[in-house]
């Protein structure tokens, strides 16, 4: 199998979504602790050696509440865009990178997409995850299926779609 992947968390309690290889990984979102976050994935066999970024889609607790401390203590890059970081957690600033939304980020052999979506923060986006033409989508806070949305999860083989956000 070429990707793995594990929702460690999700829905408004935090988001947590791992995704990754036999040599990488990535984090999408860190919304429940670090303890937490190492617990959960201590469980599933996942070894945190095994992350080398973590990627924030946007500024909200349930999506945020653990990346600074889980990104200090293993030095861990985190991917956010720059109007995201203005609202959101305060990051020990040598390990922040900005993404640009639509344009790849490789982290080892994987391809990071970043996507706009609709959503109630400053710059909300979701991702797709591709490697050796298998591609996952991390769609959270769903409450509208806009043309990006639907553009990018055509594209997935596999999604995590979490929509606890659809007030209808």
Do not use: W
Not at 54 to 78: Q, R
Not at 95 to 109: R, W
Not at 114 to 124: I, L, R, S, V
């Amino acid at each position: 199998m070429s990707l793995y992947i594990a929702s460690l968390n999700s829905g408004s309690n935090g988001n947590c979504y791992f995704i990754g290889n036999a040599d990488d990984a990535v984090l999408i979102d860190v919304g429940i602790s670090c303890t937490e976050t190492e617990k959960r994935m201590k469980q599933l066999g996942l070894s945190m050696k095994l992350i080398k970024a973590i990627f924030v889609s946007h500024e909200h607790a349930d999506h945020i509440k653990g990346v600074s401390t889980l990104a200090n203590k293993y030095k861990l890059p985190v991917y956010i865009t720059q109007k995201t970081a203005l609202h959101g957690p305060r990051l020990i600033r040598h390990l922040s990178k900005t993404f640009v939304t639509n344009e790849p980020v490789e982290i080892g052999e994987l391809i990071i997409t970043p996507f706009t979506k609709q959503h109630d923060a400053a710059d909300p986006h979701s991702f797709i995850v591709s490697h050796k033409g298998v591609t996952v989508g991390i769609f959270t806070d769903i409450g509208n299926a806009c043309t990006q949305v639907i553009h990018y999860f055509k594209q997935c083989h596999a999604a995590f779609l979490e929509s606890n956000y659809d007030e209808g």
